[in-house]
């Protein structure tokens, strides 16, 4: 089964539990547009981070067959793991952990999708990952490990590392919790900056909505494990359900006078 | 009726299949196909582990086994010759070296030496990696962990560990040797000990057979892949919880020696139970 090509991601019915008649997501749908700018938000707990595994394929919902994924209009459960890989190659993923292999140094980080899936000279690799740390404002980091850097500095070492194939879909979870208001300016900047210049697509899994205030785009709200369809804020503080209007108000980083003006 | 056996089988396989045996032979089957899927047959990044995982099992662990292995000759030479005389047979000192340190001692002694220090090592290093979501992030960028990691751990280990045996045997003949004459010159009473460098080893070379060499190559081996994939198995297979990395980890030490005294088990059935059924009138 294919999906039509224009969506660089897409979910048809997911439904989702870590247990056997626990329902955390039921009957999800998403769609994600080339260029799109999409927050996931809602209550701590609710599965925002799961729905965010279950759209990159880090977990699989429940096997009805109806339940789908695409990827650039492929079905990554039905293809085989080899072309899954491929197409994952146009995707990044940030983790809330960063999850960079700590083994390695901030470079060798950038540069392991490099190395492993492109024919690139040292030379070219090394000119990449300049280019990503000098733009994710890590100069003078790059030969350390990660466990000695900032939270700041290693979420941006992960942006960098899920940025260097110039993927068309990035997945980021949480970005800015965990960070002083100076690291999160510095972090809805550098989106901004990708967004403008790279044109990467953004599904991100947030309860701050300092970037949809910040930086446009739109939001969906995961209410009684649903997910609502996408808005913008202005809409969704219109929202004659008074449930997605307090949600949006309770969320951090919502600057109301900003958004009714 | 006519289904019954089919589905005996089925269930029997299924049972194998979902076995601890059958998992890790599943994970065998995987790692061993994986090298020639993937972008590059040799991607660099892939090669760039195998490098470090030969040093780290290998070179790092030379010394100590090269310890061990002078240890372990000079105390079965001299137990040889002390105790051998007794029952009048001590011109088979060289017979001795090679059943007891070639193929028995060596490569049992490398073995338990590598399940401890490279298995424990990559169990944990895994099991840290799939807590952290580091083999998470491998996948979201497109990397077969199986390739990425457990492909070199195991090519690493398998050669690592054929080289630490073959060093340990070495050094374990010549540590004998040196023993032997050192106790020789302190104690000329005991005879068995009074051999020339070159006798010693043309009765070694005189004892070994074949099968004795094919041991000595395939032991180390199939020992160091399995202790690779039951610590890969181990470390892969923990959940989200930090506490279950030291757990896996121990599970993985104990099966991997259980693992290898099996195996070495297996080894005697095959190559020495045939030759003393030959011995039998």
């Known amino acids: 089964m294919t999906a039509p090509q224009e969506w660089l991601c897409e979910a048809r019915g997911l439904s989702f539990g870590w247990k056997a008649g626990d329902i955390l997501l039921e009957d999800i749908n998403l769609t994600v547009a080339p260029g799109a700018f999409l927050i996931i938000t809602g209550e701590s707990g609710r599965g925002k981070s799961t729905l965010l595994r279950l759209l990159a394929g880090l977990e699989r919902p429940w096997g009805d067959p109806l339940e789908k994924v695409f990827f650039f209009g492929e079905d990554i459960w039905e293809v085989r793991p080899e072309r899954l890989r491929q197409l994952r190659r146009q995707t990044g993923f940030v983790f809330q952990n960063s999850a960079l292999l700590s083994n390695m140094t901030i470079t060798q980080n950038i540069a392991v999708p490099l190395r ?3 024919t690139l000279s040292d030379r070219e690799i090394a000119d990449r990952c300049r280019f990503w740390i000098d733009r994710l404002l890590l100069t003078g980091h790059e030969d350390k490990r990660p466990a000695l850097l900032s939270l700041g500095m290693q979420r941006r070492a992960a942006v960098a590392r899920a940025m260097a194939m110039e993927p068309r879909l990035l997945f980021m979870d949480e970005p800015l919790s965990g960070l002083d208001a100076r690291n999160v300016e510095t972090m809805l900047s550098l989106i901004a900056n990708l967004r403008a210049l790279q044109d990467v697509a953004i599904v991100m899994v947030s309860h ?11 939001v969906s709200l995961l209410l009684d494990h649903h997910l609502r369809p996408p808005r913008t804020l202005t809409d969704l503080l219109r929202s004659e359900d008074p449930r997605e209007r307090d949600l949006i108000r309770s969320q951090a980083g919502f600057k109301e006078s900003r958004n009714e003006s | 009726m006519s289904q019954l056996p089919a589905r005996i089988l089925e269930r029997i396989g299924e049972a194998v299949a979902d076995s601890l045996f059958g998992r890790i032979a599943k994970l065998w089957l995987r790692t061993s196909t994986c090298m020639f899927k993937g972008p590059h047959a040799t991607s660099r990044q892939v090669w760039d582990i195998l490098v470090q995982q030969v040093h780290f099992t290998g070179v790092e662990a030379a010394p100590i086994a090269m310890g061990l292995a002078l240890l372990l ?8 010759a002390t105790v051998m005389p007794r029952f009048g047979s001590g011109d088979y000192l060289g017979a001795v070296m090679v059943l007891v340190v070639l193929r028995e001692l060596s490569p049992l002694f490398v073995a338990f030496l590598i399940a401890g220090r490279s298995g424990s090592a990559l169990a944990s290093f895994l099991g840290t990696m799939k807590v952290g979501q580091e083999i998470d992030a491998l996948e979201t960028m497109g990397i077969d962990p199986v390739r990425f990691l ?4 195991l090519l690493g280990c398998t050669i690592a560990t054929l080289c630490l045996s073959l060093l340990f045997s070495t050094v374990a003949i010549l540590g004998g040797y040196l023993v032997a004459a050192l ?9 068995a000990l009074q051999l020339p460098f070159f006798v010693f080893l043309e009765k070694m ?21 399995l202790v690779a994939l039951i610590a890969c198995y181990h470390g892969l297979s923990l959940g989200i919880s930090p506490h279950e990395v030291p757990q896996g980890t121990r599970r993985a030490v104990v099966q991997c020696l259980v693992a290898i005294v099996v195996i070495d088990g297996i080894f005697a059935a095959l190559f020495v139970v045939p030759q003393l059924a030959s011995m039998v009138p």
């Open chain 2, 205 to 225: 070379a005189s004892a070994l057979t074949a099968a004795d060499l094919a041991i000595l190559v395939l032991k180390p081996m199939v020992f160091g892949a």
């Open chain 2, 183 to 191: 106790l020789a010159s302190v104690f000329p009473q005991f005879l």
């Open chain 2, 73 to 80: 000759g000079g105390v079965t030479i001299v137990e040889a």
């Open chain 1, 208 to 218: 701050d909505l300092q970037p949809a205030n910040l930086l446009g785009g739109l």
């Open chain 2, 150 to 153: 457990v492909f070199p751990a």
């Open chain 1, 116 to 118: 492993y899936h492109t």
